[in-house]
C-alpha cells in the first residue's frame, strides 16, 4: 500500500454502518515507537489522572512519531473524502484505561454531544482509536452501536443487545462517525489497555482545542492547517480572494 491508498471500503462503511476497521494500519516499527513514547508519556508529568483513564493530551507537542501520525498521507486522504479537504483536528490524545476501571457510559462525540438536537445529512466529526496494546473484549475494547449515527434519539442502554466490539491488534485503525454511540468495555485483563484518539471535524467546526503556537508540529502547510494555525485560501465561485 502506498502513502495515498487506503482500503477502498473504509468512507463506505463509515458513511452505511457509522465506523471502519481499517487494519495494518501502522507497520510494526511505526507501531512500536509510537508504543514507547506513550509508556514514557503515561508515567510522566503530562499525564492527567481521571476516574475512568489516564490522558495525555495534544500529542502532536511530545515528539515527531506524534507530528508523523498527523501526516499520515493515507488517513489524510481517508478524511478529505468523509469530511472534505482542509478539515480541522480536534483532539489528539492518549488513552490509558487501567485494570479495573468504571465502564463507560454510552455515549457520542464532539460536536454531537454538544447539540440540544442531532442534525443529519453530514458526518461533522470522525473519531479515529489506533490501538498501542491489544484491543479485545477482556481489555475493555470500544464497543459500539452499528447505524446509530443516523438515529435520532440516544440508545435505550437496557435495550442494546447488536453492539460490537473493536477487536484489533496494535496498529490496526477505527474510523469512527462522531454520532455513533459507543463506550469503553470493562478491562479485566491485568495490564493496561492503551490507544492514541484523533478527533477530526469539518472545516467550518470549531475544533475542541484552540490552535497551538508556532512549533515543530508546523512544518509544512497542511499540518498547520490542520491545527488551525491557517487558514486556506477563501474563494468566490472557485477563484481565490
Known amino acids: 500500500m502506498t502513502l495515498s491508498e487506503y482500503p477502498a471500503h473504509v468512507p463506505a462503511d463509515v458513511q452505511a454502518q457509522g465506523y471502519a476497521i481499517w487494519p495494518g494500519f501502522l507497520t510494526g516499527p511505526a507501531t512500536a515507537q509510537l508504543q514507547d513514547q506513550a509508556r514514557r508519556l503515561a508515567s510522566g508529568a503530562h499525564a492527567n489522572h481521571y476516574p475512568k483513564s489516564t ?80 484491543f479485545h473484549s477482556t481489555h475493555g475494547a470500544t464497543e459500539l452501536v452499528p447505524s446509530s449515527h443516523t ?33 469503553s468495555g470493562y478491562n479485566t485483563s491485568p495490564n493496561p489497555r492503551s490507544a492514541i484518539l484523533l478527533s477530526f471535524v469539518e472545516r467550518w467546526v470549531r475544533p475542541m482545542s484552540d490552535p497551538p503556537e508556532q512549533g515543530p508540529w508546523a512544518r509544512t502547510g497542511t499540518l498547520r492547517t490542520l491545527l488551525g494555525m491557517q487558514r486556506p485560501p477563501e474563494t468566490i465561485n472557485g477563484v481565490p480572494i
Not at 152 to 171: C, L, R, T, Y
Open 55 to 134: 490522558r495525555v493530551w495534544d500529542l502532536f507537542r511530545h515528539g515527531e512519531p506524534f507530528v508523523d501520525l498527523l501526516a499520515n498521507r493515507s488517513l489524510a486522504a481517508v478524511l478529505d473524502e468523509l469530511l472534505g479537504e482542509h478539515h480541522l483536528l480536534s483532539d489528539f490524545s492518549l488513552n490509558v484505561v487501567h485494570p479495573q476501571q468504571p465502564v463507560d457510559g454510552w455515549h457520542i462525540d464532539y460536536p454531537y454531544n454538544e447539540m440540544p438536537a442531532p442534525v443529519s445529512g453530514s458526518l461533522l466529526g470522525l473519531q479515529c482509536v489506533l490501538p498501542l496494546s491489544p
Open 151 to 183: 438515529s435520532k434519539s440516544p440508545p435505550d442502554p437496557q435495550q442494546i443487545n447488536d453492539q460490537v466490539v473493536f477487536n484489533a491488534e496494535p496498529g490496526s485503525l477505527l474510523i469512527m462517525a462522531a454520532a455513533t454511540w459507543h463506550r
